[in-house]
């Protein structure tokens, strides 16, 4: 794990990818590979509003939804970051601060959360369709590859806290 910047943020070195969660995963093997994820250490994972409207019959924060329907099952939103991302989802889209604010409020719902964090990360983000491709990715995540996003975290943390 890697300290985000001054503040007490811990991360994993690698993020979870979730744009699968709801279409080609179902929520069950979802909240399998979440599980997966989590019991390997991992505590960090990337999802959007717009996850999964392309798909017919979707209308976008199906993985969000998941995310949350998990987080609420298993009660570790304190030890799970969520970074997720708006101005796609079809009801939301462009970046006015007012649909901004509306993006976020429905995210935070669909996410079962009440609370976010500001920090924008750059960390490798990895997609997994099962709870195998989990193993392997954290199997190939070395010291090396933490040291090397370490020092990545270490200058957007230093981005961030000079914007501020």
């Not at 794990?1 to 990818?17: Q, R």
């Not at 409207?53 to 998941?66: K, L, M, Q, Y």
């Not at 750059?122 to 491709?133: C, D, E, H, K, L």
Request: no cysteine; proline share 4%; aromatic share 6%.
């Amino acid at each position: 794990m890697a300290t985000l910047g001054s503040s007490s943020l811990e991360v994993f070195p690698l993020v979870l990818g979730t744009n699968n969660f709801g279409w080609t995963s179902s929520p069950e093997e979802s909240h399998r590979i979440l599980d997966a994820f989590v019991a390997s250490g991992g505590n960090f994972l990337d999802t959007a509003d717009v996850y999964s409207a392309w798909v017919p019959g979707h209308r976008g924060g199906e993985s969000e939804s998941v995310i949350g329907d998990w987080l609420a099952a298993r009660g570790n939103r304190a030890d799970v970051l969520v970074a997720t991302k708006g101005s796609a989802h079809p009801e939301f889209t462009g970046l006015r601060p007012e649909t901004i604010t509306s993006a976020a409020e429905e995210s935070l719902r669909r996410l079962r959360t009440d609370h976010r964090t500001r920090p924008t990360v750059t960390a490798p983000i990895a997609g997994a369709s099962s709870v195998a491709q989990v193993e392997g990715l954290l199997a190939s995540t070395t010291l090396e590859l933490a040291e090397q996003h370490r020092q990545r975290l270490d200058s957007a943390s230093d981005l961030f806290a000079a914007s501020r």
